[in-house]
C-alpha cells in the first residue's frame, strides 16, 4: 500500500484508499464494505453492479442473478476522484464511467425532505471497479476512489464479514 502512496504523492491519500477487495465483494450484490480507513459516520453498506446509466451526480446499477435482478441508484455530492494520468487525480462526473462496467460503490443511506416529503437516498461515498472494457480488475490494482469533500478525515472502521 505504501508504494501506490507514494506512487502519487502525498496528497492522494485524501482521497485514495487502497484496498483488495475479497471475492465475496465482487461478486455479491448488496454487502458490508472490507476493513479499511473510511469517514467516522460511514456504516459500510456496499453495492456491486452493473453501470446502466449516469448523470454527473447519479449512477445506476443493476445485478441480476437467474430471474433476479437488483437495482441501485446512488448519488454523489463532491465529484470523485479518479486517475486522469498516472500519477494524478482529478475530480470527475459520473458519466466518465462507461455503461457496462461493473463497479463496487461504497454508500450511506440517507432519509431526506424533497418538497415536505421524505425520500430516501443512497448517498455515495467511494467507488471501486471490478470489471472495466469487460475485463476483470486485477486483484492487486484494485482501488478505492473517495467521493467526498477535502479535506476529509478517516478512521480505521472495522465492519462484521
Known sequence: MQHHLSVFGRSLSHYLLCVILSATAASAHYGTAPNGYYPG????????????QSTDDTISLTYSHGSKTDSFTGR?????????????????PLTQIPVGSV???????KT??????????????????????????????????????TPMHTVFRSFLQ
Do not use: W
Not at 83 to 90: A, I, M
Not at 103 to 109: E, G, K, L, R, S
Open 112 to 149: 431526506i425532505k424533497v418538497g415536505g416529503q421524505k425520500q430516501k437516498e443512497n448517498r455515495m461515498i467511494a467507488i471501486a471497479f471490478q470489471e472495466m472494457n469487460g475485463k476483470p480488475v486485477a486483484e492487486d490494482n484494485k482501488l478505492i476512489f473517495f467521493c467526498l469533500p
Open 41 to 52: 459516520s460511514y456504516n459500510g453498506a456496499i453495492f456491486t453492479g452493473q453501470v446502466v
Open 76 to 92: 454523489v455530492t463532491v465529484a470523485c476522484h479518479f486517475p486522469s494520468s498516472k500519477d494524478t487525480l482529478t475530480p470527475m
Open 103 to 109: 463497479i463496487t460503490v461504497f454508500y450511506d443511506p
